[in-house]
T-cell receptor, first 113, second 111 residues
């Protein structure tokens, strides 16, 4: 049974650019959630996808968008990057919208300069 | 709105002692709580969870206590080891069906 894998592990982008982060969910999981974790803080919920549809969204602007594919892997896209977008982006997968807990990946460290 | 907070940002304990990490939550409708451990450069790792119909749950060296009356959660780690040094988060799973995390407690185990 494979865990949650995220790519890339580290990324440096320039303000105003766009970025795509990827996540492969744990085998058997049909739900993927994305979190932003600023340094020294707890993860903040961005959105969740369940069976390829958005199933909840946190307090993030529309320039944060996502996709979930038929194999339940997922992408997080961020447009018009701002310096404050610098953070660790975490993907978590679960079965049936988290009713049985979440498994987290190791994250993508995004730095916006 | 939902929020989860932690009483202490840092905790230092001697190796072999017991550790207690506390957490307060505000949404009385939350029905599922999870403790995560996060080591530097890694994602949160599941430690133990508890449903709202329980007040205590035990795992290997860890115990979670839930007091719904005062909306308080605690994590007890027995015989704390150097490998337990990490940031610990409690997370609340509420009616919105999303995890809400607190800001975390940094646990340092002293030799």
């Amino acid at each position: 049974e494979t865990g949650v894998t995220q790519s890339p592990t580290h990324l440096i982008k320039t303000r105003g650019q766009q970025v795509t982060l990827r996540c492969s969910s744990q085998s058997g999981h049909n739900t993927v959630s994305w979190y932003q974790q600023a340094l020294g803080q707890g993860p903040q919920f961005i959105f969740q996808y369940y069976r390829e549809e958005e199933n909840g969204r946190g307090n993030f602007p529309p320039r944060f968008s996502g996709l979930q594919f038929p194999n339940y892997s997922s992408e997080l896209n961020v447009n018009a990057l701002e310096l404050d977008d610098s953070a660790l982006y975490l993907c978590a997968s679960s079965l049936d919208r988290g009713l049985h807990g979440y498994t987290f990946g190791s994250g993508t460290r995004l730095t916006v300069v | 709105g939902e929020s989860v907070g932690l009483h202490l940002p840092t905790l230092s304990v001697q190796e072999g002692d017991n550790s207690i990490i506390n957490c307060a939550y505000s949404n009385s409708a939350s029905d599922y709580f999870i403790w995560y451990k996060q080591e530097s450069g890694k994602g949160p790792q599941f430690i133990i969870d508890i449903r709202s119909n329980m007040d205590k749950r035990q795992g290997q060296r860890v115990t979670v206590l839930l007091n719904k009356t005062v909306k308080h959660l605690s994590l007890q780690i027995a015989a704390t080891q150097p490998g337990d040094s990490a940031v610990y988060f409690c997370a609340e799973f509420g009616v919105s069906r999303q995890l809400t995390f607190g800001s975390g407690t940094q646990l340092t185990v002293l030799p």
